[in-house]
């Protein structure tokens, strides 16, 4: 099962993804996390990402296609994976069906969480990141049990450059000027579906579950 999520940042479709791996035990594989690591770590690659990431732009294809693909090569990805976050862009996208195919296999499921922007600057501004561990919260939906204390390792908690209002709105007129299209690419290879991500969570995944099920 070989799944692509595909809206808007904040849409929750990472949520949905991880979700998608555990109930299949297949991977979750999210570029987001990937380059979190790197700047965590403070690698070449992940310094390079978090010039783009800080001003809310897209990570250039060069520094995501062949890391993705090279994922692919691990025993965990023999029954499929949840892809989040890539492809992101029609060169990416073209990339990734060309490398499939040399393989023999193909994309099943490119899956919309479709969210209206204002809804998506609002869950955002919500959101809260443990300064050591990376732990996140968000104040309305999983807040911390003390206020701007983290559960985990009791660190203080902050709203990542990337989630404040300004920000998102920048990473929201990227995201529809060079990731929507992904939509149209999709649609006409006659795999994408669409959801409504501005249900309760677990009836988005529900839905998504009878999507993939048929």
């Known amino acids: 099962m070989k799944i692509i999520m595909l809206g808007a940042p904040g849409a929750g479709k990472g949520t949905q993804a991880k979700k998608l791996a555990a109930k299949y035990d297949i991977p979750h594989i999210s570029t987001g996390d990937i380059f979190r690591a790197n700047i965590k770590n403070g690698t070449e690659l992940g310094q390079k990402a978090k010039v783009y990431m800080d001003q809310g732009l ?28 890539f492809p992101r862009t029609i060169p990416q996208a073209k990339a990734l069906d060309e490398a499939l195919t040399k393989n023999g296999d193909s994309i099943e499921y490119a899956i919309n969480v479709e969210v209206p922007d204002s809804n998506i600057i609002s869950r955002m501004a919500g959101r809260r990141a443990c300064v050591n561990c990376g732990a996140t919260y968000h104040l309305e939906h999983i807040p911390p049990k003390k206020e701007n204390e983290c559960d985990v390792c009791g660190k203080g908690l902050i709203l990542r450059d990337d989630d404040k209002p300004e920000t998102v709105e920048k990473r929201l007129n990227v995201y529809h000027e060079q990731t929507q299209p992904l939509i149209d690419y999709y649609q006409g290879k006659g795999v994408l579906f669409e959801v409504d991500g501005t249900k309760d969570m677990d009836e988005v995944f529900t839905d998504i579950v009878n999507l993939v099920e048929v």
């Open 58 to 85: 897209l990570v250039p294809d060069e520094l995501v296609v062949d890391l993705v693909v090279d994922r692919f090569k691990n025993p965990d990805c023999e029954k499929g994976y949840v892809l989040d976050g």
